[in-house]
């Protein structure tokens, strides 16, 4: 399994290759279709090669670049079921900010309206349980963890690895991942829950560096006292 991570503004989209092809989840910030594109030609990732596309959530800074991608690779676009319209209909959704500074981005949002402006796409395949994805050729499931927004997914392969979207936020500032932002704390608080019983070893968010086991153990404590509020 090889594992390669862009970073596009502050928010990660991740390449994986398995033995039938490369699944990329998330799509990033939107209009920049040109740096993604350079990075797969540096990498040798050809487009026909890419058979999915998986959507952790629907937030501007995820789906970005998504209706370009399709477009170039075709691969079959996943998304939960709850967040489908967002994307076919792009509306700008903004997340419920829990932190000073997450409070801050919030008021500035009119500042920045017209950079969050993505194209509309429909969706292939939604999501509402959890769903294998070994008949695409990949070793892995995609696991509903709501909690940042109601239909947020993350995608946990047979190894541990698991890519959270932003279930998680490995920020250089805190010594924490919670998210800054947070529809339902209680929500979250389950899906992590969740990702730790079914065996999540390594995580791979949507915003800042992957981290290990340990990191998300640290972090447990701290949400529920949150979750309590």
Sequence with gaps: MNTLRLKLGNANIYFI?????????????????????GFMRKHNIQ??????????????DHVGNLEYLKF???????????????????????????????????????????????TPVKADETIQYKTDLRPYG???????????TEGSISVMFENGNTF???AYFNLKF???VIPPFINDKKALLHSWHLLNENGSKH??????????????????????KISQK
């Design 203 to 224: 995580f791979y968010p949507g915003h800042g560096k992957p981290f290990d086991f340990n990191k998300f153990l640290k972090s447990f404590k701290r949400l529920e």
């Design 164 to 166: 959270t979207g932003d």
């Design 72 to 118: 170039l690779t075709n691969a079959r676009i996943f998304i939960h079921q709850s967040e489908a319209d967002i994307i076919e209909q792009a509306k700008l959704v903004l997340p419920t900010p829990v932190t000073p500074v997450a409070k801050l981005g919030i008021r500035m949002f009119s500042f920045f309206k017209r950079r969050m402006k993505f």
């Design 174 to 176: 805190t010594s924490h």
């Design 17 to 37: 290759r398995s033995a039938v092809g490369w699944m990329l989840i998330d799509t990033g910030i939107p209009k920049k279709s040109k740096k993604i594109l």
């Design 138 to 148: 990949f070793s892995a499931s995609i696991i509903p963890t709501p909690g940042h």
């Design 47 to 60: 487009p026909c090669k890419i058979q999915l596309i998986v959507i952790t959530h629907a937030h501007y």
